[in-house]
């Protein structure tokens, strides 16, 4: 039996597919955008399943099939592991479990679950029998090879990219065929928030950060309203001949790429290529140029957030944003006291592995204040509340920008620390972390 037979024989409905999770069982989605008809279908079975003990396992939560709603906890037992738009209610209300992840050691695959289901979403097979997991790879495939059953969704609009991204149908259990949601790609950022109109300053920590960057760097731009419009606000204005090692593309990425600037003639590791796990946040213009594109290469999350991958790239600048941070350069990207509105993602990795990158830099950013209700705050503060969790050590904070300048903490006491970052400060919050800083480090 060739392979195309063996394909249309594992062709199901997503009705006979669901009819698979039985009481108890752990069914995961693969990370990236859910399978949106084996979703529904799931959901179809709710009253049936209820308290039978069926966990579900949802790491980047895109699509809202109604159990992130009030109530839906009694049905299934969700787990995710990015807070986003979509969940971030059930988050606060602390209806839903959340699993931070780990980043060390990936080559031990301690980010793979076993899950008695696996649901992921493919491209239909190519005329050799492969499927791509288009434009998001993360860790797909491995999360293939580890579950015990995988069914998975055919979505023709996926594209095929270079890299590692693809797996023959003999390696999947079953195919449903894709349903649409109807919803239009590309209304979010990275991490599924809405778009909104960029503030002012956006423009003004473009420049500041611009100004740290050389020709010839290799870059990586993390997930956040901030970061992910720092390249069409003028990032790179003047730079030639950069490379990108970094977890997604952000607006601009792909036109850059197409234009030459970025090129990756000069990185040390993928000589050539823009190395990402997940392709994301252009036009459907830049999709469509990166689809088959040679210079795109999806890797594995575990390759692409090693560490020693990282470090090993001379000239490696990681650029990501922070919620908050204090006076002696404690950074947190994930949550305020006990509330979680974030991931640390590659955040740790790309941190480390640029410190210890031959010519690298470690930039964060983040606007000076934040609104909360009707109160304009300061993101630069005296302590971070209780229960915070601490992203970045300040041990390992090195250039801090906001849009009133940067503030380099590199080797620099807690007094130096606390006066560097009271300099970027919003001027309305200045006086009174003076005060702060004054009673905390002076006698």
């Known amino acids: 039996m060739d392979w195309q037979e063996k394909y249309s024989k594992k062709m199901i409905s997503s009705e006979e ?17 859910e399978a949106y008809a084996i979703g529904l279908a799931l959901v179809s079975r709710v009253v049936e399943l209820q308290g039978q003990g069926v966990k579900v396992f949802v790491p980047t939560p895109g699509y ?4 992130y709603d009030p109530g839906w906890e009694n049905f299934f037992d969700l787990t995710i592991m990015m807070a986003t738009a979509t969940c971030q209610h059930a988050i606060d209300e602390k209806r839903i479990d959340f699993n931070f992840g780990t980043i060390i050691p990936f080559h031990m695959n301690e980010d793979i679950m076993e899950p008695d289901i696996l649901l992921t979403e493919v491209s239909p097979p190519d005329g050799k029998g492969f499927c791509s997991f288009g434009q998001s790879l993360w860790n797909k495939k491995r999360h293939v090879r580890a579950a015990k059953l995988v069914i998975a969704e055919v979505n023709a609009n996926l594209i095929r990219t270079y890299g590692d991204n693809f797996i023959h149908v003999s390696e999947i259990d079953y195919f449903v065929e894709h349903v649409s949601s109807g919803a239009a790609p590309g209304t979010g950022s990275l991490a599924g928030r809405k778009k909104r109109t960029p503030e002012p300053y956006v423009k003004d920590i473009a420049g500041h950060v611009g100004s740290l960057m050389k020709d010839r760097d290799t870059f990586q731009i ?29 607006p601009g990425i792909i036109t850059l790429v197409r234009e030459g600037m970025i090129n990756g003639k000069y990185k040390t590791l993928n000589v050539g290529k823009v190395t990402v796990t997940s392709l994301g946040g252009g036009t459907k213009e830049e999709m469509e140029w990166a689809t088959d594109n040679p210079m795109f290469e999806l890797v594995d999350v575990a390759y692409l957030e090693d560490i ?20 002696t350069g404690q950074i947190t990207a994930e949550g305020l006291g006990t509330r979680q509105v974030s991931v640390a993602g590659g955040q740790i990795p790309f941190v480390f592995g640029s410190l210890l990158s031959k010519g690298g830099r470690s930039i964060t950013v983040l606007p000076s204040t934040a609104r909360v209700g009707d109160r304009i705050t300061s993101r630069i503060m005296p302590t971070l509340p209780e229960g915070t969790p601490i992203t970045t050590l300040r041990n390992c904070a090195q250039y801090i920008v906001t849009e009133y300048g940067i503030a380099n903490l590199w080797g620099k006491s807690v007094r130096q620390r606390a006066e560097e970052l009271i300099s970027i400060a919003h001027q309305d919050f200045r006086s009174e972390l003076r005060a702060a800083a004054k009673k905390r480090f002076w006698a």
């Open 17 to 33: 597919a669901v009819a698979m999770v039985k009481p108890g069982d752990a069914v995961a989605f693969t990370a990236g955008r």
């Open 308 to 327: 020693r991958v990282i470090a090993a790239h001379d000239n490696m600048v990681a650029i990501n944003q922070a919620l908050a941070i204090e006076l």
């Open 222 to 250: 993390g997930v956040g309203r901030t970061t992910e419009l720092l390249v069409q606000h003028g990032l790179l204005d003047g730079r030639q001949d950069m490379g990108y090692h970094s977890e997604a593309t952000p």
């Open 64 to 67: 809202d099939f109604g159990w």
